[in-house]
């Protein structure tokens, strides 16, 4: 079946704009989660959605981040007034049921800001 | 806060040699612990999982123990392969006062011919 998509695969934009990624999780997954990782580094959680819910937002660095999932499938990922430390990859993940239940990871968005 | 320390890499190792990364956590309460594997142009996919202290667990060879009493982790393969060539990261969840997934920084581990 279909893994976890996400749109754009590259988004370039300058320093102040607005942009929104997507993310497309597993049929039937009610839960479903952000990361953001940088070069090098580990995914640095920002997000945890249960259903519609925002189960878990501490990661959020700001409040420049917010994210949806307004019908608890596809969700969408914020970013008012970015900056040049907002490049990295985007990742979203889903899972069945939250918890320690497998997470599946999509390709990621690769943000650029330039 | 809670964190994941993993060895850093990149590691080089011959075909059919012995693997071991080594990882270890501060974490509140009982996290359950996983290792997951990026392999080159891939997404990062779960290795394995041990969600309670003792527990193993196991996949492709690769093996890992939760060690409470040493807050530990460790990846362990007894016969590398070419394709095991990826960057291994390890991480928790902590199941108490929210579900937040921490991960370690990655080990790179390239296994030569």
């Known amino acids: 079946g279909a893994g976890v998509s996400q749109t754009p695969s590259n988004k370039v934009t300058e320093k102040g704009k607005y942009v929104e990624l997507r993310c497309d999780p597993i049929s039937g997954h009610t839960a479903l989660y952000w990361y953001r990782q940088s070069l090098g580094q580990g995914p640095e959680f920002l997000i945890y959605f249960q259903g519609t819910g925002a189960a878990d937002d501490s990661g959020l660095p700001n409040d420049r981040f917010f994210a949806v999932r307004p019908e608890g499938s596809v969700s969408t990922l914020k970013i008012q007034r970015t900056e040049r430390g907002d490049s990295a990859v985007y990742l979203c993940?889903?899972?069945?049921?939250?918890?320690?239940?497998?997470?599946?990871f999509g390709p990621g968005t690769r943000l650029t800001v330039l | 806060g809670d964190s994941v320390t993993q060895m850093e890499g990149p590691v080089t190792l011959s075909e059919e040699a012995f693997l071991t990364i080594n990882c270890t956590y501060t974490a509140t309460g009982y996290p359950s612990l996983f290792w997951y594997v990026q392999y080159p142009g891939e997404g990062l996919q779960l290795l394995l999982k041990?969600?309670?202290?003792?527990d193993k667990g196991s996949n492709k060879g690769f093996e890992a123990t939760y060690r409470k009493e040493t807050t530990s982790f460790h990846l362990e393969k007894g016969s590398v392969q070419v394709s095991d060539s990826a960057v291994y990261f390890c991480a928790l969840i902590r199941n108490t006062g929210g579900f937040k997934t921490i991960f370690g920084a990655g080990t790179r581990l390239f296994v030569k011919a």
């Open positions: 993940a889903s899972s069945l049921a939250g918890g320690e239940d497998t997470q599946y």
């Open positions: 041990a969600t309670k202290a003792d």
